[in-house]
Each structure stands twice: as structure tokens, then as C-alpha cells.
């Protein structure tokens, strides 16, 4: 009799295998999702779904939206809420997932692992008061900013579908619910550690160092010290990431340690935006008063979390606490060094700088200082470099800018590569285009309050496409037009 060819790839192509629920009792807490009153699936993301082996055309649907609402569990899942602490504002707080659930970790056709968690999906026992809801607005910012960082070539947590639920939720206004599924290397973040350090969990600690060790960084498992070992690896992956923020001017705007994520991925979209107008001391989120995650700041308070969780990992590094602390120390020290070479590496990349000169630094600074005195849009002044005719730079106004201009173009020419050279290395890696405010308010604007998603499909299909925006989409690479009011983000759970 032929085989069943439906019977080997389970329906939809769910491929779970449930590590993390495998790990002992602390971690989290086993519960399902709570169903919703009328599903109903808004963005989905075929060519994701495509990647993680799930198939679209089953999923579309109603069935999709039962699964991506919390209504119906996937075959293989094994839903959870994860434990964890974080250092809020400096603050120490215990928190855990108090609006998300871990399904499970499916394994795609490459070989990878990937969480698939809903946010917003219902209380836990971790909610602190929450109604453990999110609002349609922001899920759908972090589905559009999450996917917008990943065509940039930005690590960062993806986003799978937004289902709205039909159910209200209740901010400072009623506004409609929704639940993300959002895609991710893994969940744990510098909070996970420091959960167990907080309650003195020493064992719970090895066994989630060893975890990490093996799905994040599976190559230091042998390494001599390897508690060490993961704790320089996460330092040089952050290190590389926040220098690939600050190259786009991307302002996460919640930095806590609960937000910071042992793979190295962008996580937790919440009040986050671009920078148009070039500012280092720019913040957008309403509720940052002291500037604490401002766009210039972002590096420090990196590299500040990373002592958290440093201290979390003493025990492990070295059986002698002095030791262990130089160690720690020591490792925590090298954050400068490798987010400077790694944004120096990444500028030098931007102004099409192949050969390398003793003045490069001063060039890149002046540029900015030069940005900064004439308020120049961060975005546009990359990208009129990278696409213009050296001569016709008619983006770049004001006399810095201009005196600076000669500079460059001098350097250029001093260059043994052809400008086709450094203009196509300045191709990608100035966006065209990025998540602007203005852009993003519209897309939610026209999705929440009308209904009207088709605004937000257009946005999405340009930002996937950040280095070569057709000139019909050359609207979306503008700045915004003058504001009187400058623009605040929410945390809007
Ligand atoms: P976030 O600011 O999204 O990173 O969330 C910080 C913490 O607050 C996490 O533990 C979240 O799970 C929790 N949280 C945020 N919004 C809610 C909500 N509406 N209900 C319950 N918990 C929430
Ligand atoms: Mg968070």
C-alpha cells in the first residue's frame, strides 16, 4: 500500500521539539494560552512562515488565526510562560512573562531552532496586575519595526502574524486587542540569569549557562572556561549590534536587562523609533525623563547590563570569587573597544571608505558634528552619499556640510578602487529607506482606526527592501515634513 505522504509532515509543517520545557522547574511556568472571542488573523508573513518550513496556504486562514489567537494549540506544542527578573530603569524587579506564552521551538528545513511565542495572549501567573493583553496598535508597531530591522540585516526577533482578537482592552482608552506571534533564537534574556542569581539558584544557573552554551554558542562548549567563554561572546555580539543600531538610528527606548537578549537579537519593540533629524541625545519614549536610553547613550547602558549579568555568572566563572570578579571584570572592559571598532568598520563602510587613513576618524566625526549643527536627516544624508554624483549632492545643505563634502570627495579620490566601488559598498549599507515615524503612525492610524490594512502591507513591502527603494517609492524616503511637536513613543501595553 503507498504511504500516507500527509502522515511524515505533520499538517501545517509544525516541527516542535520543546528544549527550553525541558529545563528545570524555576524557568517557567507550564500554561495555555487563553482563547479569544473572534480570531482573526490581520498580517501574516508568508516568506517567513516559508523559512521556519510551516505551510502558508494551511495557515492563512481561519485555522491560522484559531492558532496564531491562542485558540487552538499547534501540534507538538508545549505552551509555557518563562521566569525571569530585570534591572528596570536601574531598578531590580522579578518579572516573567506576564502577556506571552511559549509554544515551542520549531526546527525548520535548515536545520535551525526557533521559539514561537504569542504576545499577548493572556494572563499568567506572572502578570503582577496586567491584564496580560496587548493593544492591536503596538503589536502591530513591533510586527512592522521587528521586520524592518531584519531586512536591514539587523539581528532581531521576527514577527509571524498579528490576530486580532475582537476583544477590548482597556488603556487610558478601550482600544481593540490583538496577539503577536513572534518568532525568536531563544527568549532568554540577561533577566532569565538573573532570576535564578536572585534566588541564589547556583545549579539552576549552570544548567541555563549550559543551555545558552549549546543552542547559542554551541563552538564554546569545549573552551577552557566556558562560563567565561559565553559571557565574551555575548559581550562581542552586543557589542556588534548596538553599532548596528546607531548606524541606522535605531533607538530601542526600553534597554532593560529583561530586554536584552543572550542570542544577540534586537527584542521587546516597544517604545522604539528611528531617528530622522541627526541628534545624539535623542529620545523618544514618553516615559525615559533623564534620557537614560538615548540614542547616544544606547552603548553605555550595553554594556551596563552586561555587568548584570556578569554578576549573575561569578559563581560559575571561578570557584575563587576574586578571581572570578577580575575575570568578569576584565571581559566586561573589552565592550568599548569591540562597539568602536565594529561602528567605526560599519561608518567606514557608509562613506564608501575602502583604503584606510589615519584621518578617517576625524572624517566621520566632523561629518556628524557637521549633521548635528544643521539638523541634516540622519537617513537621507547616507543615502544622498551612496546615490548621488559626487557634485550633485543637493541633499546635503549648509557650509560644514559643504566644506566637508570637498574633504570626502578628496579622500574618495585618493582611493585606488574605482567610485563604483565605494559607491556600491555605500549602496548597502545606506538604507533608502527606514521605519520613520510619520510612515509608521500613518500604517497604524489607517489599521486601527479604519479598519484599512492595505497602508501597512504597502510600508512592509518597501521596508523589505531597505537598499533599493524603486523610484515610484521614493515618497517613503523622505523625511518627515517640520513638526512643531516632537514625536513621543508609548510604552502602550
Ligand atoms: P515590556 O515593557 O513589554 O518589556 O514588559 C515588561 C514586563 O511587564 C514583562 O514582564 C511583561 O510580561 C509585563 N507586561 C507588560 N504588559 C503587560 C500586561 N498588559 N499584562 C501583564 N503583564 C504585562
Ligand atoms: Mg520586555
Redesign the pocket.
Known amino acids: 500500500m503507498p504511504s500516507d505522504p500527509t502522515a511524515a509532515t505533520p499538517r501545517a509543517g509544525w516541527n516542535f521539539d520543546n528544549s527550553f520545557a525541558r529545563l528545570p522547574d524555576p524557568l517557567y511556568v507550564r500554561l495555555r494560552p487563553v482563547p479569544v472571542r473572534a480570531p482573526r488573523l490581520v498580517v501574516f508573513n508568508r516568506p517567513l512562515c516559508a523559512a521556519l518550513g510551516l505551510d502558508a496556504e494551511a495557515l492563512a486562514g481561519d485555522a491560522g488565526a484559531m492558532i496564531f489567537a491562542g485558540n487552538q494549540l499547534p501540534q507538538g506544542a508545549e505552551p509555557l510562560a518563562q521566569a ?1 527578573a ?1 534591572h ?1 530603569f536601574g531598578h531590580f524587579t522579578m ?6 506564552i511559549l509554544l515551542g521551538e520549531q526546527l525548520t528545513p535548515a536545520g535551525e531552532r526557533f521559539d514561537i511565542q504569542l504576545k499577548g495572549s493572556g ?2 501567573p ?9 493593544a492591536l496598535g503596538p503589536m502591530l508597531r513591533e510586527y512592522l519595526v521587528s521586520e524592518a530591522m531584519f531586512a536591514l540585516g539587523i539581528p532581531s526577533t521576527r514577527s509571524l502574524a498579528v490576530a486580532a482578537t475582537g476583544e477590548p482592552v482597556d488603556r487610558e482608552t478601550v482600544l481593540p486587542g490583538a496577539v503577536l506571534t513572534r518568532v525568536a533564537a531563544s527568549h532568554i534574556r540577561i533577566g532569565t540569569f538573573e532570576y535564578l542569581a536572585s534566588r541564589g539558584d547556583q545549579d539552576g544557573l549552570r544548567t541555563l549557562a549550559d543551555y545558552c552554551l549549546r543552542r547559542h554558542y554551541p563552538s564554546l562548549s569545549a573552551a577552557a572556561n566556558p562560563y567565561l567563554a559565553l559571557f565574551s561572546a555575548v559581550v562581542e555580539r552586543q557589542a556588534t549590534l548596538l553599532a548596528r543600531w546607531l548606524h541606522v538610528g535605531f533607538i530601542h527606548g ?1 534597554m ?1 536587562t ?2 536584552m537578549a543572550i542570542s544577540g537579537e534586537t527584542i ?1 519593540y ?1 517604545p522604539c523609533a528611528f531617528m530622522d533629524a541627526y541628534d545624539p541625545a535623542t529620545v523618544f519614549s514618553s516615559i525615559d525623563l533623564e534620557g537614560r536610553y538615548a540614542y547616544e547613550n544606547q552603548p553605555n547602558i550595553a554594556q551596563w547590563n552586561l555587568a548584570r549579568f556578569a554578576e549573575t555568572l561569578l559563581p560559575l566563572i571561578h570557584a575563587d570569587q576574586k578571581q572570578a570578579l577580575q575575570l568578569a571584570e576584565e571581559a566586561v572592559r573589552a565592550f568599548p573597544d569591540l562597539f568602536r571598532s565594529a561602528w567605526f568598520s560599519g561608518m567606514r563602510a557608509k562613506l564608501g571608505l575602502i583604503t584606510e587613513e589615519d584621518a578617517d576618524q576625524a572624517l566621520i566625526k566632523d561629518l556628524l558634528t557637521a549633521m548635528q549643527e544643521s539638523h541634516a536627516d540622519y537617513t537621507t544624508t547616507f543615502s544622498a552619499l551612496a546615490l548621488e554624483t559626487p557634485g550633485q549632492l543637493s541633499l546635503l545643505k549648509g557650509p560644514a556640510l559643504a566644506q566637508w563634502l570637498g574633504r570626502w570627495q578628496a579622500r574618495l579620490a585618493r582611493q585606488p578602487e574605482p567610485f563604483d566601488a565605494a559607491q556600491a559598498l555605500m549602496r548597502a549599507h545606506n538604507p533608502q529607506v527606514i521605519p520613520r515615524n510619520h510612515l509608521v503612525e500613518e500604517a497604524l492610524a489607517a489599521a486601527t482606526q479604519r479598519g484599512d490594512f492595505s497602508v501597512l502591507e504597502r510600508l512592509l513591502a518597501v521596508l523589505a527592501k531597505p537598499y533599493e527603494v524603486s523610484p515610484e517609492h521614493s515618497a517613503y524616503c523622505l523625511p518627515p515634513a517640520p513638526s512643531s511637536q516632537p514625536y513621543r513613543t508609548f ?1 502602550g ?1
Open positions: 525571569y530585570g528596570q518579572l516573567g512573562d506576564g502577556r506571552a494572563p499568567t506572572f502578570s503582577r496586575g496586567g491584564d496580560g493583553r496587548a526600553v532593560n529583561d530586554n521587546d516597544g510604552c501595553t
